[in-house]
């Protein structure tokens, strides 16, 4: 059921969009409207420190590394810490997992547990921090599959296809929070002089005629042939669309907001080279799968270059994906080319 109310140029908070939306399903409690909104408050504390990074003590490395083997950034870790303490006392999740953190992380044994598990990266884009560009946050919001106790890795291991909700805060020129809970994307910005994230992009499609591809073309000697023919065949004009221009910010969130508002692709290919990335950079479960659960949501698509990113069925927590998404068009372009020029040289 998409949303019929036209919300064009009416001036709505997100908490009264998301309460509006909960209408729709008279057998909701009201849990996941509550994550949700715990989302909204996280953002905009995430956001106060993110807009005078340079003054409060958060720029640099936390001198620590992640999981990922990265250097972790002060700020990686505040927003680890900020959407932790939200969510571990309310008894609406049996467990969470974040980018951050090795291990599922699970609810504190004097708190309640609940129905919904919760899994983020904190913040995304982390390299760009110190440089003042974009970073974001993305969520992915599932329904537990255990049916009681602590929530294990069971219930975080679960396919795109099973998201309740998805979303992602950018924290750019201005912050906005972007979700869908299965009825369209809708876009909030904060007014930071009353705090609120206020309605600006309601029901977002993606267009139908594209204007960027974002890839980091530094990686370019490393492609497989198929996705070589893929980024030519991007760059010139062709029956099916305009030759596009190059986008690439290195913020995934900044990436995929700018394509999904303008038409566009983003990829993150498998590097032949790098053996810490055979299968690309990107998570499944708490970048690709929440960003794919978004573009189906607004007409466009995500793929691994063979298969829908929804329909993966993930077998371990940091697994990495390759990612192309956007205009189904340009997605299934990739696929098509990646059949024709890898799918064949593997057979032979
Ligand atoms: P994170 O900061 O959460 O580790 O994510 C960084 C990711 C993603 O945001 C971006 O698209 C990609 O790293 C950029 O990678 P390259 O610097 O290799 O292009
Ligand atoms: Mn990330
Ligand atoms: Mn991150």
């Known amino acids: 059921m998409t949303i ?3 919300y064009a140029g009416k001036l709505i908070t997100i908490e009264r969009f998301i ?5 729709a399903h008279p057998e909701a409690t009201g849990t996941l409207t509550n994550i949700l909104y715990d989302m909204a408050l996280g953002a905009k504390i995430i956001a106060s420190k993110t807009t005078r990074a340079g003054l409060a003590e958060i720029l640099g490395s936390a001198g620590e590394e992640n999981v990922q083997g990265e250097e972790v950034q002060k700020l990686d870790a505040f927003a680890q810490r900020t959407i932790f303490r939200l969510n571990d006392h309310t ?8 980018e951050e953190v090795e291990q599922v992380i699970p609810i504190p044994k004097q708190f309640p547990v609940g129905k919904y598990v919760l899994l983020f990266d904190p913040l995304d884009g982390s390299s760009n921090i ?18 009681e106790g602590p929530g294990t890795l069971t219930d975080c291991l679960q396919k795109g296809r099973k998201l309740v909700a998805a979303g992602y805060i950018l924290y750019g020129s201005s912050t906005m929070m972007v979700y869908s809970t299965g009825n369209g994307v809708h876009g909030f910005t904060l007014d930071p002089a009353i705090g609120e994230f206020l309605l600006s992009h309601p ?9 960027y591809y974002s890839a980091n073309q530094g990686y370019q000697p490393y492609w497989s042939p198929g996705v070589q023919a893929f980024t030519e065949w991007l ?3 062709t029956p099916e669309k305009k030759a596009l221009s190059l986008r690439y910010i290195g913020s995934l969130v900044a990436d995929f907001h700018r394509n999904l508002l303008t038409g566009g692709i983003f990829f993150y290919p498998a590097d032949t080279k790098d053996p810490k990335k055979p299968v690309g950079k990107l998570r499944l479960l708490y970048e690709a ?18 298969q829908a990113i929804l329909d993966i069925e993930p077998t371990e927590l940091h697994q990495r994906v390759p990612l192309y998404i956007g205009n189904r068009m340009l997605v299934e372009k990739a696929e098509a080319m990646i059949r024709e020029y890898d799918e064949a040289s593997v057979v032979a």
Not at 19 to 23: A, E, K, R, V, W
């Open 4 to 6: 019929t109310t036209d």
């Open 91 to 98: 008894g609406r999740l049996a467990v969470m997992a974040s």
């Open 130 to 147: 110190d440089v003042n560009v974009s970073v974001g946050t993305i969520f992915a919001i599932y329904r537990r599959k255990t049916k």
């Open 289 to 306: 799968s929440p960003l794919a659960f978004l573009a189906e949501q607004a007409g466009g698509y995500a793929s691994n270059g063979t």
């Open 235 to 237: 760059q010139r004009d």
């Open 19 to 23: 309460l509006d939306q909960q209408q």
């Open 203 to 211: 029901n977002i499609r993606m267009p139908a005629v594209p204007k």
